[in-house]
């Protein structure tokens, strides 16, 4: 299976079979079949793409119900760290993050589900980065959690007085 568990249920890695030759590469980055099988069932109704520069760091965002979003992020040019936290009120792992570094050359995607804050940061010159939501977006449901809160204790790649940031972002409360 091209499923890789991590330490936090739910949240799941996805490695593509990548078929090379002479003339490049070809891999299915999406079949429902093939992640049904592995129990992931979400309806995907949304794609999003934006292109970034270097140390732009996105997040950590969520959607408060009824407009969670579940997600299938990948990056199609460059790299990212990808984080995602469990914000899940009954699960184990709440609190706890997950970092993995997406590229265009790993070509790895993230499933994070519903309940989780999820950002990123670019960790070279620019990346593409695209993702799937299971839900449409809704600006009254826009949420997030600062990507600097203590409690969490992430541990970007980058010196942080690096990261550029939006102002929306920069006024994200803290976790806890």
């Given at each position: 299976?091209?499923?890789?568990?991590?330490?936090?249920?739910?949240?799941?890695?996805?490695?593509?079979?990548?078929?090379?030759?002479?003339?490049?590469?070809?891999?299915?980055?999406?079949?429902?079949?093939?992640?049904?099988?592995?129990?992931?069932?979400?309806?995907?109704?949304?794609?999003?793409q934006?292109?970034?520069?270097?140390?732009?760091?996105?997040?950590?965002?969520?959607?408060?119900?009824?407009?969670?979003?579940?997600?299938?992020?990948?990056?199609?040019?460059?790299?990212?760290?990808?984080?995602?936290?469990?914000?899940?009120?009954?699960?184990?792992t709440?609190?706890?993050?997950?970092?993995?570094?997406?590229?265009?050359?790993?070509?790895?995607?993230?499933?994070?589900?519903?309940?989780?804050?999820?950002?990123?940061?670019?960790?070279?010159?620019?990346?593409?980065?695209?993702?799937?939501?299971?839900?449409?977006?809704?600006?009254?449901?826009?949420?997030?959690?600062r990507?600097?809160?203590?409690?969490?204790?992430?541990?970007?790649?980058?010196?942080?007085?690096?990261?550029?940031?939006s102002?929306?972002?920069?006024?994200?409360?803290?976790?806890?």
């Amino acid at each position: 299976m091209p499923f890789l568990s991590t330490p936090i249920e739910g949240l799941i890695i996805f490695e593509p079979q990548v078929w090379e030759d002479h003339r490049g590469y070809f891999f299915e980055s999406y079949n429902r079949r093939t992640f049904e099988a592995a129990g992931i069932s979400a309806d995907f109704v949304q794609d999003n793409q934006a292109r970034s520069t270097y140390g732009v760091l996105r997040g950590l965002h969520f959607q408060k119900p009824p407009f969670e979003q579940a997600k299938l992020v990948r990056v199609t040019e460059g790299a990212v760290f990808d984080v995602a936290v469990d914000l899940r009120p009954d699960s184990p792992t709440r609190g706890q993050w997950y970092g993995i570094e997406l590229s265009a050359e790993n070509k790895r995607q993230l499933f994070v589900p519903r309940g989780f804050a999820h950002g990123y940061v670019v960790l070279s010159p620019t990346a593409e980065f695209c993702y799937k939501c299971d839900n449409f977006y809704s600006k009254d449901h826009d949420a997030g959690i600062r990507f600097d809160d203590p409690a969490l204790q992430i541990e970007w790649p980058i010196k942080l007085q690096d990261a550029v940031l939006s102002e929306k972002d920069l006024a994200l409360p803290f976790y806890l």
